[in-house]
């Protein structure tokens, strides 16, 4: 059964703090691995990995794909309490997207 | 906007009621989906529509039906709703299946059951 797991399930951290969001994930025919921010409604797309190795970046976020290991990685640097959110991943097959369970990210002042 | 509507943005309904869920998109994608979202659960998959004319269950349909009108729009049906439905729900379309092109999504609906 494909399946995505995130952790860790819940952060709180202080402003300018650094987080390290990870997700692994095991999915038969995978093709790529997507970051979205969900804050008070719709996911909203952060990023889009297909190659192992290459780091996407986006301001102070950054992500980076591991094929080898299953696995992924969401660094946001500097945090701000705009960054509060939950944070999912989703490994895409062939047809669909399949989402982890979303790690909860609280920024504090 | 262009994107992807869905009404009604919340719904109560009592145990064994049935209603329909609307999705519509103006984006000419191919490909819609349905998800539900529970507290600690992420998002899973319903149904989805690869393309008009076709569906196919995701990782939870009982209890579910969905009906692809046309190109534009997705529907998802409650026939006899039950509590374990509570939940808030998810539309969502993409250009195309074998090739991410990204996922567009609805705001959601908040249904809750009694």
């Known amino acids: 059964e494909d399946k995505v797991v995130q952790s860790p399930l819940s952060l709180v951290v202080h402003e300018g703090d650094t987080v390290t969001l990870n997700c692994s994930y095991e999915?038969?025919?995978?093709?790529?691995l997507l970051w979205y921010k969900q804050e008070k409604k719709a996911p909203t797309f952060l990023f889009m990995l297909?190659?192992?190795?290459i780091e996407k970046k986006s301001g102070r976020l950054s992500s980076i794909l591991d094929k080898k290991e299953l696995s992924s990685i969401l660094n946001i640097t500097a945090t701000q309490t705009g960054d509060s959110a939950i944070y999912l991943c989703a490994a895409y097959n062939t047809d669909k997207l399949i989402f982890g369970t979303g790690t909860r990210l609280q920024v504090f002042p | 906007n262009a994107g992807v509507t869905q009404t009604p943005k919340f719904q109560v309904l009592k145990t064994g009621q049935s209603m329909t869920l609307q999705c519509a998109q103006d984006?000419?994608?191919?490909?819609m989906y349905w998800y539900r979202q529970d507290p600690g659960m992420g998002l899973r998959l319903i149904y989805y529509?690869?393309?008009?004319?076709?569906?196919d269950k995701g990782e939870v349909p009982n209890g579910y039906n969905v009906s692809r009108l046309n190109k534009r729009e997705f529907s998802l049906r409650l026939e006899s709703a039950a509590p374990s439905q509570t939940s808030v729900y998810f539309c969502?379309?993409?250009?195309?299946?074998?090739?991410?092109?990204?996922?567009?999504f609805g705001s959601g609906t908040r249904l809750t059951v009694v």
């Open positions: 984006m000419n994608h191919n490909s």
């Open positions: 969502a379309s993409s250009e195309g299946t074998g090739l991410h092109y990204g996922y567009t």
């Open positions: 999915v038969t025919n995978f093709r790529s």
């Open positions: 297909t190659s192992s190795g």
């Open positions: 529509s690869a393309s008009e004319g076709t569906t």
